[in-house]
Every structure is written in C-alpha cells, then in structure tokens.
C-alpha cells in the first residue's frame, strides 16, 4: 500500500467529516495569512488553533519568502482580505541551516515589497526544538 493509499484510507474511516466550502470564508476571518516551512512535523493548524477558514496557509521548503510566496500573498491581500502576515521558521529545518537570519531576511523582504498592499503587520517566529514558539523582532 502507497502512502496515498494510506491516506485514502483514511478519509474512509473519517467519513463524511469535511467542512463544506463556505463562499464567505474565501476571506479569512482573522485576516492573516501564515507562511510556514512545509516540514511535516509542523502542525500549523494545531499551532494557532485553526479551523476552516481561520486563516491562508502557504507553506514552502523553510517557509521562505519567494517570488511565489510573494505572489500569493498578493491573492491573499488583494481577493482574500488578509492584512497580516506571519511567518513560521523552525529549529532543526532541513532547508535552511540558519533559519534564525533567514527569518530576519524574509520579514525585510515582505515589508519592502511594492507588490504587497499591507505590509505594517509582519512577524516573524522560530519553533524550537522543544515545541515552542519564539518571536523574532527586527
Ligand atoms: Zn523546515
């Protein structure tokens, strides 16, 4: 059995347990928008309690800020209302050797970015090892 077989058997067991599109949640109601390294033992939902709706995540290797990321967070912005960003780098990440300065380098880029209309909002935080959450301030 593939692992997407293993997955698929597991929406069996599930059920019909899936949140329906809600047309008014393609604008998220907290208005952030969270980008996180796509390392699977990142449970950003888990991390700020999410629920359908709650917030766009774009997850990427290290949770850097690319010309993709940038792009969506225009989408995000401009068709999806969010005005906030956070950002998610992590100890022990198999993309970034320094994710402590990369994290720094990301919040410079977004707030610089002509591309993006809300840029006053954008914090930046390092998950540890141990299972915390560490704010980087510029
Ligand atoms: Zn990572």
Do not use: W
Not at 26 to 49: H, Q, S
Not at 58 to 67: F, M, Y
Not at 99 to 104: G, H, K
């Amino acid at each position: 059995m593939t692992g997407t077989e293993r997955l698929l058997s597991r929406r069996t067991t599930l059920g019909t347990a899936l949140t329906p599109l809600d047309p008014e949640l393609r604008r998220p109601r907290t208005g952030v928008a969270i980008v996180a390294c796509m390392d699977a033992r990142l449970g950003v939902e888990t991390m700020f309690g999410l629920r359908p709706g709650d917030a766009h995540v774009i997850r990427n290797a290290g949770g850097c800020v690319t010309g993709d990321t940038l792009h969506s967070l225009q989408l995000s912005q401009t068709r999806g209302g969010t005005r906030e960003v956070l950002l998610v780098h992590h100890e022990d990440c198999a993309a970034l050797s320094d994710p402590a300065t990369d994290l720094y380098v990301c919040m410079a880029r977004l707030r610089k970015s002509e591309g993006l209309p809300h840029t006053d909002v954008v914090r930046g935080f390092i998950y540890t090892r141990s299972g915390a959450l560490r704010e980087l301030r510029p």
